[in-house]
């Protein structure tokens, strides 16, 4: 077919390449070109078949978790990983977006958003705190944040429930090696039967989403976990992911999974190379002879000596004394000097057994931090290079925890929590928030989510300068707003750890008072003009 000039071969992309059938001409010079598939290879053969991958999910996570046992890399990178997004605890700050909630007729004056924040923010905290908000009442929620991240980025998720029972709101977390699909069930015909299926323990519906999760028992029954509520529709229970390898796919991906191989090799090289350097140093020296040695050992007398035979043995010195001290004689080489046989020499032993070690294992390690997300100097506590390197390894990780923390933590982890924690402290009278419950109520997902809008933040990033960092900032905004703050005191009192900012406030206040009496604030001092 000819269409200005231009002739159209259509042929089925499924058969086998044919050049001649699917040539075509040029649109700007009409001339004949040959249009050819292209599958990523530019020499033929050279990447061979393309393979797709379908990941055996439990393996992964077996192998992730025998790799943090095993490999020192592994677990300080994965540690310090944990440390630096969670620390102690990410500290909620709650937003209200109130220009939303006068969109939705929700009137709020500013005293009003400022009793439900700080009672939000206070009751919150303190809460987070306690045992009552795990379900088995072993740890607080910031210590189930460190152990959720931890199994999220080894064995790639972790099934978090949401319990609300006798007024308590508590968090489950199940490892996700015991979310499998039930087999030989009735589990697998019901589901189909409500339009779903079931994979790696996961059911879903027509549309992806998440319906139920199956959880395995230890007398080897299933138990069936709602996703959402069957009465409120609210999501209760989620996989908290640390990796997905495809959008498709329902099961998280161990964050290990491309170093796993590496690990161990580097593992066991570093051990070969430290057992050979540790068998090396058992032998200091070596006696060399020549053709004119007779072969004597310079070293024999003294170590018949140290065995209380030989010559140089006081023979009155009791046996039993000698055999005391003998393995101190022996192990005594300092200071002492050999005759050496004629044509003999004491030659030191090279215990170096590989001068390319630190080269090798350096560059592994270095690949293994950057493929977990995690700069080599922050993870190893190395910053001895120049200013500007350093500053950029800083702010690259920095920019990280900032991600993490809010698509990790705060979205799979803390705030669906915090959302349960508000509907009850509400409904309970314990938090005030004008037409929160109407919403509820009538669905009303703006207006709930307004008052939820929240931030949940954790101990910042040290700055290398902090003088040169603010300087530049300054510099960034100019003559006319160089008397405004950077910062606030709350996020300076969080960058120096030194307590909450309300509680500080009011408890400096409460000393001024106290100490009123001791206080020269000025008022005394008398201008010696004015007498």
């Known amino acids: 077919?000819?269409?200005?000039?231009?002739?159209?071969?259509?042929?089925?992309?499924?058969?086998?390449?044919?050049?001649?059938?699917?040539?075509?001409?040029?649109?700007?010079?009409?001339?004949?070109?040959?249009?050819?598939?292209?599958?990523?290879?530019?020499?033929?053969?050279?990447?061979?078949?393309?393979?797709?991958?379908?990941?055996?999910?439990?393996?992964?996570?077996?192998?992730?978790?025998?790799?943090?046992?095993?490999?020192?890399?592994?677990?300080n990178a994965i540690r310090k990983y944990c440390l630096w997004i969670v620390g102690s605890g990410l500290k909620l700050q709650s937003n209200p977006i109130v220009d939303v909630l006068k969109k939705y007729s929700v009137d709020l004056n500013e005293n009003q958003i400022k009793d439900f924040t700080l009672s939000a923010e206070s009751q919150f905290r303190l809460y987070a705190t306690t045992k009552e908000s795990i379900y088995s009442k072993e740890y607080n929620l910031h210590d189930e944040a460190v152990e959720s991240l931890k199994n999220a980025l080894l064995a790639g998720d972790i099934l978090c429930i949401l319990r609300y029972k006798g007024g308590v709101v508590s968090i489950e977390t199940i490892d996700g090696k015991h979310v499998q699909t039930p087999i030989m069930s009735h589990y697998n015909d019901d589901a189909v039967k409500r339009g779903n299926i079931i994979q790696q323990?996961?059911?879903?519906?027509?549309?992806?989403?998440?319906?139920?999760?199956?959880?395995?028992?230890?007398?080897?029954?299933?138990?069936?976990i709602l996703a959402k509520g069957s009465k409120t529709g609210r999501r209760n229970a989620w996989l908290m992911y640390g990796l997905k390898h495809k959008k498709s796919d329902v099961r998280g991906m161990s964050l290990l999974t491309a170093v796993l191989e590496t690990a161990a090799s580097m593992d066991r090289y570093k051990s070969a190379a430290l057992k050979s350097a540790e068998e090396n140093a058992n032998v200091p020296y070596t006696i060399e002879h020549g053709q004119n040695s007779d072969g004597e050992n310079p070293l024999a007398q003294s170590i018949a000596a140290s065995f209380g035979k030989g010559k140089g043995v006081d023979p009155e010195l009791d046996p039993e004394i000698c055999d005391a001290i003998a393995a101190k004689v022996a192990k005594t080489t300092k200071g002492l000097a050999f005759n050496m046989p004629i044509d003999a020499r004491?030659?030191?032993?090279?215990?170096?057994?590989?001068?390319?070690?630190?080269?090798?294992?350096?560059?592994?390690?270095?690949?293994?931090?950057?493929?977990?997300?995690?700069?080599?100097?922050?993870?190893?506590?190395?910053?001895?290079?120049?200013?500007?390197?350093?500053?950029?390894?800083?702010?690259?990780?920095?920019?990280?925890?900032?991600?993490?923390?809010?698509?990790?933590?705060?979205?799979?982890?803390?705030?669906?929590?915090?959302?349960?924690?508000?509907?009850?402290?509400?409904?309970?009278?314990?938090?005030?928030?004008?037409?929160?419950?109407?919403?509820?109520?009538?669905?009303?997902?703006?207006?709930?989510?307004?008052?939820?809008?929240?931030?949940?933040?954790?101990?910042?990033?040290?700055?290398?300068?902090?003088?040169?960092?603010?300087?530049?900032?300054?510099?960034?905004?100019?003559?006319?707003?160089?008397?405004?703050?950077?910062?606030?005191?709350?996020?300076?009192?969080?960058?120096?750890?030194?307590?909450?900012?309300d509680q500080n406030i009011k408890k400096v206040q409460y000393e001024k008072e106290i100490a009123k009496d001791f206080i020269d604030d000025g008022s005394a001092v008398v201008n010696s003009g004015d007498s």
């Not at 070109?33 to 990941?55: Q, R």
């Not at 992806?208 to 029954?221: E, K, L, M, P």
């Not at 080269?359 to 592994?364: D, E, G, L």
């Open 1 to 75: 077919m000819a269409f200005l000039g231009i002739n159209w071969n259509f042929r089925n992309r499924s058969s086998e390449l044919d050049p001649k059938s699917y040539s075509t001409s040029d649109y700007w010079s009409g001339e004949n070109i040959m249009a050819v598939e292209f599958n990523g290879e530019k020499t033929p053969y050279e990447l061979g078949n393309p393979l797709s991958f379908k990941l055996d999910y439990y393996s992964l996570r077996l192998r992730a978790w025998e790799s943090y046992l095993m490999s020192d890399v592994v677990q």
């Open 201 to 224: 323990g996961v059911e879903v519906d027509s549309k992806g989403s998440h319906v139920a999760y199956y959880i395995r028992q230890s007398d080897f029954s299933y138990k069936r």
């Open 346 to 501: 004491l030659k030191r032993h090279n215990a170096d057994t590989d001068s390319n070690f630190q080269a090798y294992f350096n560059i592994n390690i270095d690949i293994i931090y950057a493929t977990l997300g995690i700069p080599p100097e922050v993870a190893m506590d190395k910053f001895g290079g120049a200013y500007s390197g350093s500053r950029a390894a800083i702010k690259s990780w920095e920019f990280k925890i900032m991600v993490d923390r809010e698509n990790i933590l705060k979205r799979q982890f803390y705030k669906p929590f915090f959302d349960l924690w508000l509907d009850i402290a509400i409904l309970e009278n314990k938090v005030q928030a004008p037409g929160y419950l109407d919403a509820m109520i009538k669905n009303e997902n703006m207006i709930l989510e307004a008052y939820r809008n929240s931030r949940f933040i954790g101990q910042g990033v040290p700055h290398i300068d902090p003088v040169k960092e603010a300087t530049a900032e300054r510099i960034k905004l100019g003559d006319k707003l160089e008397n405004v703050p950077l910062t606030s005191i709350e996020q300076s009192m969080e960058n120096l750890n030194t307590g909450d900012f």
